[in-house]
């Protein structure tokens, strides 16, 4: 069975850091693409990362670049989200899924059928 497992949200002040992470069983990253997607209250969720490991493909929407990073775990099946100098537009409710990842045009959404349990992350001003 594939599933994805997101973790290591939080509540953090402005300014601070938290790192995601996205387990995967019952596929390898041969397969499939992560991407990173959030979704805050009121707003449609939006794609802001995705890494395809074999390929070393990574992607950032302009939101996020220069302060989160993607990177990949082969050995533990395990995608991770280093977030840096949060701000509180970040608050929302972050997903990993398993799909595809463009390194221009970064995940394609519709492409995502297997979605992990979203994990909350509060930025405190």
């Known amino acids: 069975e594939v599933q994805l497992q997101a973790s290591g949200g939080g509540l953090v002040q402005a300014g601070g850091s938290l790192r995601l992470s996205c387990a995967a069983s019952g596929f390898t990253f041969d397969d499939y693409a992560i991407g990173w997607f959030r979704q805050a209250p009121g707003k449609e969720r939006e794609a802001i990362s995705c890494?395809?490991?074999?390929?070393?493909?990574?992607w950032y929407a302009n939101s996020v670049k220069g302060r989160f990073t993607i990177s990949s775990d082969n050995a533990k099946n395990t995608v991770y989200l280093q977030m840096n100098s949060l701000k509180a537009e970040d608050t929302a409710v972050y997903y990993c899924g398993a799909g595809d990842c463009n390194r221009w045009t970064g995940p394609t959404e519709f492409e995502y059928d297997t979605w992990g349990q979203g994990t909350q992350v509060t930025v405190s001003s």
């Open positions: 890494i395809f490991p074999i390929d070393d493909i990574t």
